[in-house]
């Protein structure tokens, strides 16, 4: 699965690298992503690719309310061709996810230690994902509210992953880009195809500090190798208790 992402780069930023439009306003760099939260996301809308924000968990439009999004952050390549949820949007509402990395927790003893997950070269790892609107019931009929939401597309892991977790998002190579965001029907085949666990994306694995396990916490330092972060000394930790 996928329930927790990094977005450091700005919207104008990911305009360039996806030749895109940037339609959003700039939600900062965060480093602790988790679901129901705006996210950046690539879409595209008829002859142009745009960087927009959709809420992360997707919410089929015959839900009662948002809700449902909570639960719906992933969707499995397995089943995404038949469940009433995300089958709609695979056919013809496909967007993609750039972020700078994701998080994965492994069981080890008693403890869920946490990894942070990238693209080995630096770049931003792109990955698959299916986006609905729904119908706000309480807004106004004559200009309806539509919020977007989207979910992440997951399959079994790469031989990078497999030690670490049973699932893993789908990395879409750039040069499958295009045909992923293409919102014409297209053979369901080929893009089952992109589904498929890969190796073609290198990727760099990390254990990091446990303060990524609190949705509440952020900044940069989630992201720092274990063991790599100060240690306060005994009397800076009293200053910070008011000791």
């Known amino acids: 699965m996928c329930g927790r992402f990094v977005q450091e780069r700005p919207a104008s930023e990911l305009a360039e690298i996806f030749a895109a439009e940037p339609l959003t306003d700039e939600l900062g760099p965060r480093y602790n992503v988790a679901p129901t939260d705006d996210a950046l996301v690539v879409v595209q809308r008829e002859d142009r690719r745009a960087i927009t924000a959709y809420r992360w968990g997707l919410v089929p439009h015959w839900s009662a309310d948002l809700k449902a999004g909570s ?12 469940s009433p949820a995300f089958r709609a949007a695979f056919i013809r509402r496909r967007c993609l996810v750039p972020v700078d990395a994701f998080y994965e927790w492994k069981r080890e003893g008693t403890a869920r230690q946490p990894y942070a997950i990238a693209r080995d070269d630096g770049r931003p790892l792109v990955l698959a994902g299916v986006w609905a609107g729904w119908r706000d019931p309480d807004s106004d009929p004559e200009a309806p509210l539509i919020r977007r939401t989207f979910s992440i597309v997951t399959t079994t892991p790469n031989s990078a992953m497999v ?14 880009w295009a045909r992923w965001l293409d919102p014409e029907p297209a053979d369901r085949g080929e893009l ?23 949705v509440r916490n952020e900044g940069p330092e989630l992201l720092a190798p274990l063991g790599s972060l100060p240690v306060a000394e005994p009397a800076e930790v009293g200053l910070e208790l008011g000791l």
Not at 71 to 81: G, K, L, V
Not at 164 to 176: E, G, I, N, S, W
Request: glycine share 0%; hydrophobic share 45%; proline share 8%.
């Open 163 to 176: 030690e670490l977790h049973d699932r893993m998002p789908v990395v879409v190579p750039d040069d499958a």
């Open 192 to 214: 089952l195809a992109l589904l498929q666990p890969s190796d073609e994306v290198a990727l760099r694995i990390h254990p990091v500090e446990r303060l990524v396990n609190n």
């Open 71 to 82: 639960r719906m952050f992933n969707a499995r390549a397995e089943t995404i061709t038949t």
